[in-house]
């Protein structure tokens, strides 16, 4: 049954490019672009996406099975048309509206991982909403951040690239998930950043920890949000000269999925579910990939289901480098997203120091 539907779908998309490729060579007034490709599909929803990919076979599951070689004639077709006649997404993914995130590679895929379930991108924050009083910083939402007493020497390095990313359950008035913007630091991720610090330095992991209001550093240099990384490669940059034992370098944003997607429940408590993102695209790719899936086991070990998984990203899903080239110890880590309660996130970030504490010492100890 299933290499049946396999067929009727290869054949309507076959009959699809051809009538496309005829429709646009063939002298006709009639024109067909991205554009109106995306138009007539933008109503398809990730369900049916995912449902369609599942007819073609591909799981999730399949991820780290063994690879088949490759036949000379998928490469002839690879090389001349940039499709993959084993994988539906290169048949689609530039004709549909935000498909390009299905292209994220996921090295490991946690509880209800799928293809509907991927993460998403906030948007850039509205102008509005940050100047709204509600939103807005003052001296008084100043979070002041401990001073390292634990250890001789901080080795931990937490800041933010996107540093307005904010959780709605904080902002009063605002339901809309993508205005879910502040530069309040008790109400973004700047918090959650600051309780990851506590808990460190609790730990004894000497944890330097930046503040920096991203939106307004890209002001003062009159830079787009799209430079936002290149902002915090300064910051970071800076203090890692400043102190060169700062080696790990965690950057914290939040997702924009769902309360559905992004919470567990475990043992009576309630968790803001975490995942990592490692670029693809820097020289430190290998070493970052496992640190993030050596943490990603421990944490499920502990509470199975924390983590929605590892996933790799490439200049074709994103920035591709996000800085992790300044260390072999960079982690890009989401907690939560734009439903979660400042208590779940803080419960994650509680385990997660726990887990990290664990591993940094066994490290040290493998080190000396």
Do not use: C
């Not at 090389?79 to 590679?105: A, M």
């Not at 509005?128 to 002041?144: A, C, F, G, P, V």
């Not at 001073?147 to 540093?163: D, F, G, L």
């Amino acid at each position: 049954m299933i290499r049946i539907l396999n067929g009727y779908l290869l054949a309507i998309i076959i009959v699809m490019y051809f009538s496309i490729f005829l429709i646009n060579y063939l002298k006709s007034d009639i024109k067909l672009s991205s554009d109106i490709v995306s138009v007539s599909t933008k109503q398809l929803d990730a369900d049916i996406l995912s449902s369609l990919f599942e007819i073609g076979q591909f799981q999730l599951s399949d991820v780290n099975k063994e690879i088949k070689k490759p036949s000379i004639l998928n490469g002839v077709v690879w090389l001349t048309s940039n499709i993959w006649p084993e994988d539906i997404r290169t048949f689609l993914g530039r004709e549909l509206v935000g498909f390009s995130q299905f292209n994220t590679e996921i090295a490991i895929a946690g509880k209800g991982t799928n293809l509907a379930t991927l993460p998403i991108e906030s948007p850039p924050p509205n102008e509005d909403i940050l100047t709204n009083e509600n939103n807005s910083s003052s001296n008084e939402d100043k979070i002041e951040s401990p001073k390292n007493e634990a250890s001789n020497k901080n080795v931990v390095y937490i800041y933010r690239t996107h540093s307005w990313e904010a959780f709605l359950p904080q902002l009063s008035g605002i339901t809309d998930p993508n205005q879910a913007s502040s530069l309040n630091e008790k109400k973004n991720v700047i918090q959650v950043g600051t309780q990851l610090q506590n808990e460190l330095l609790e730990r004894g992991i000497g944890t330097e920890h930046s503040t920096t209001n991203v939106t307004a550093e890209l002001k003062k240099k009159g830079w787009s949000y799209a430079q936002s990384y290149s902002l915090t490669r300064e910051i970071v940059q800076e203090a890692t000269t400043k102190e060169s034992s700062l080696v790990y370098l965690i950057d914290i944003h939040r997702d924009s999925q769902g309360r559905k997607i992004t919470t567990l429940e475990f043992d009576g408590l309630e968790y803001a579910r975490l995942f990592f993102v490692v670029g693809k695209e820097n020289k430190n790719y290998e070493q970052n990939l496992k640190l993030a899936k050596d943490l990603n086991e421990r944490l499920e070990n502990d509470i199975p289901g924390i983590s929605r998984g590892v996933f790799v990203k490439s200049k074709d899903e994103g920035n591709g480098v996000y800085n992790q080239d300044l260390s072999s110890n960079s982690i890009l880590l989401e907690f939560g997203g734009v439903d979660n309660k400042q208590q779940e996130l803080f419960n994650t970030v509680d385990k997660f120091a726990e887990v990290f504490s664990e591993y940094y010492r066994e490290v040290e100890e493998v080190n000396n």
